[in-house]
């Protein structure tokens, strides 16, 4: 794990403002502010790794007993995957929840339509963390499957961008 950052109150909660005002995560919040000044390589760079740190971060979750954070860590790793995806394959950000279901299917097309099943079930991820519904096995299955997306993702973007 990285090195903690300690913001002052009135940061964290701006921070935390803005990220729930878009439907995303802080992680995701965060690595769109800092990675707003990268080409699209560089972001979709970014993005892959934090997608990385994520997953890793919600295998922690797990085995802490936090189904709810470790839920919404894959969540944010999903989403962030499909961003990186976009930013690689069209020089495209995708900004609302609608963008991303929408992509998922283009990602879809070119990785496998195992692609939209994981989508849909860490959108159900988001939903747990907010409800609270989902069991330790669930989550389990998902990270398995949010894991085969990231490297699959990351296998395709090592390859030049066929735009």
């Known amino acids: 794990m990285g090195r903690a950052v300690v913001l002052p109150k009135s940061i964290a909660k701006l921070v935390e403002r803005e990220a729930r005002r878009l439907g995303i995560s802080v992680e995701e919040y965060l690595a769109e502010v800092l990675s707003a000044g990268l080409d699209s390589a560089g972001r979709a760079r970014e993005y892959i ?19 709810r954070q470790a839920a919404e860590k894959l969540w944010g790793a999903t989403a962030l995957a ?3 995806y976009a930013y690689w394959r069209e020089n495209r950000g995708l900004v609302s929840h ?3 279901w929408e992509y998922k299917d283009r990602v879809a097309e ?14 159900a991820m988001h939903q747990c963390f ?3 519904m989902c069991t330790a ?10 894991e ?11 390859t ?4």
Do not use: C, H
């Open 137 to 146: 096995r669930d989550v389990e299955d998902v990270l398995k499957n949010v």
């Open 160 to 163: 030049t961008p066929q735009a």
């Open 130 to 132: 907010y409800e609270g």
């Open 110 to 123: 070119e990785l496998g339509s195992w692609v939209r099943e994981t989508f849909r079930e860490a959108s």
């Open 82 to 84: 499909i961003k990186a």
């Open 98 to 100: 609608r963008e991303l």
């Open 148 to 158: 085969k997306l990231i490297e699959a993702v990351e296998k395709k973007m090592s």
């Open 49 to 67: 790794k934090v997608a990385e740190d994520l997953l890793a971060q919600a295998r922690e979750e797990l085995a802490k007993g936090d189904t």
